[in-house]
């Protein structure tokens, strides 16, 4: 009998999401495949240009192996830790995900339950599908507001005030967005036609929805292709569905707006984004309480760096002035014990729990979770660790040259 049934709290895991068929979270991401269309699918998959930081940030992981303590026993191992004051069931986070409803009709709801469930924060983009008080509602844990300046400071602080009396505890501010990446998968997919364009332009582009007829009833049952909620132009009310290059165009945010946010939010602010130790000083000088080491997950600027290969960097030039968080390429437990050994104080997790949504909802972002807190655990265990928090880079073997 396993722990979890001694305890009592055995989850019914659907058997389409059980092992054998979901053993980790590639096998999330094949489902997921099976489900979307090729459009929403390389979306979320996808990256800039030649997807170089894309296929880094995962490789990069590989380069730092394990030095594990043998022959100890651990009766209890604590994987607990507290980011900006919240307990964490582990050191993983949600991280912001544009466009979820497309890639199911739970979409954000269902994610933030989930996270709940699971004992950790969720960040909503504001590239949301629902509106943030439904997501508030959905989640009694940690809910973080990621801030885009899409439709400027008005827009903004609009959806800023929802977010403070709906109750979100932190604002992500991601700085990495001057313009979008180009992200080649999306426009031969036509992802800005279906989404905006007329019936005519659509329609080379539409046998993809008819050979993925799950995902097409659900879409059209959920009411077609949804509203940005959570960006609601004054006197015209919330922005209708656009592609990500539009979206961006003209939301670059720069420390002017931090301090103008620093103002407005009384909240903490997280800086998303920040590849380079004189970035990260200045958001620390700039009033941050906590920064996340990122590249976008290599949709932005391909060609920069994976970001467990900065860490070291950032978190040597924060000094522990501020908390550090990392993401990018995290797909296994491993990779999340790899970037606390090297000073992250937890992860985001990005396409790991969306493969997830994509697959199944609320059901897929729960096994993606599951999956992989006993990764955590197990790795732990095998390193001979009790703690999350007695982690360090003595469980590590670092190459020489970072
Ligand atoms: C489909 C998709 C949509 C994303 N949307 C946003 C967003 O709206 N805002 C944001 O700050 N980051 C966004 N990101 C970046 C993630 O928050 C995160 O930095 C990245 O996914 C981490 O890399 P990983 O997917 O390899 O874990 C998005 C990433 C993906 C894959």
């Given at each position: 009998m396993s722990r979890q049934e001694i305890r009592g709290t055995v989850r019914s895991t659907p058997r389409s999401l059980a092992?054998?068929?979901?053993?980790?979270?590639h096998d999330l991401r094949h489902l997921a495949q099976g489900r979307l269309p090729k459009v929403v699918f390389d979306y979320l998959d996808g990256g800039a240009e030649s997807e170089v930081t894309l296929r880094e940030n995962c490789r990069v992981f590989d380069d730092v192996t394990f030095r594990p303590r043998q022959a100890v026993a651990i009766p209890e191992c604590d994987l607990r830790t507290r980011v900006l004051s919240a307990d964490l069931a582990f050191p993983a986070i949600l991280a912001p995900i544009g466009y979820s409803r497309l890639m199911h009709p739970g979409g954000e709801v269902a994610a933030a339950a989930a996270a709940e469930e699971a004992g950790l924060a969720y960040t909503l983009s504001t590239?949301?599908?629902?509106?943030l008080e439904n997501v508030r509602a959905a989640s009694k844990g940690p809910v973080w507001y990621q801030l885009y300046l899409v439709g400027g400071r008005e827009v903004a602080e609009g959806a800023i005030d929802r977010a403070r009396r709906a109750g979100f505890s932190a604002l992500v501010v991601t700085i990495d967005t001057p313009v979008a990446g180009m992200r080649e998968r999306d426009p031969r997919n036509g992802m800005k036609e279906l989404l905006g364009g007329s019936i005519f332009s659509k329609l080379p582009f539409l046998p993809q929805m008819f050979t993925h007829p799950r995902w097409l009833v659900s879409f059209l049952i959920d009411g077609g292709t949804p509203k940005l909620e959570n960006i609601v132009i004054p006197g015209k009310g919330p922005m209708s569905l656009i592609d990500v290059t539009a979206a961006l165009a003209r939301a670059v945010v720069t420390w002017e707006d931090i301090r103008w946010l620093k103002r407005i939010w009384t909240g903490a602010i997280v800086v998303k984004g920040v590849l380079t130790a004189d970035d990260a000083k200045r958001a620390v000088d700039e009033g941050a309480a906590a920064i996340v080491v990122s590249n976008h997950g290599g949709r932005?600027?391909?060609?920069?760096?994976?970001t467990l290969r900065v860490l070291p960097e950032v978190v040597a030039a924060v000094n522990g002035q501020v908390e550090v968080l990392m993401d990018g390429g995290v797909r296994r437990g491993s990779d999340i014990v790899k970037a606390i050994c090297l000073g992250a104080r937890a992860v985001l997790l990005g396409r790991a729990y969306a493969f997830g949504l994509a697959a199944a909802g609320k059901a897929g972002v729960t096994r993606a979770l599951e999956i992989l807190r006993d990764d955590v655990e197990r790795t732990l265990r095998l390193l001979g660790c009790p703690s999350v928090s007695a982690l360090?880079?003595?469980y590590l073997n670092i190459p020489k040259h970072w």
């Open positions: 092992s054998p068929r979901v053993i980790n979270i590239i949301s599908g629902h509106k932005q600027l391909d060609g920069a760096p994976a360090n880079s003595s």
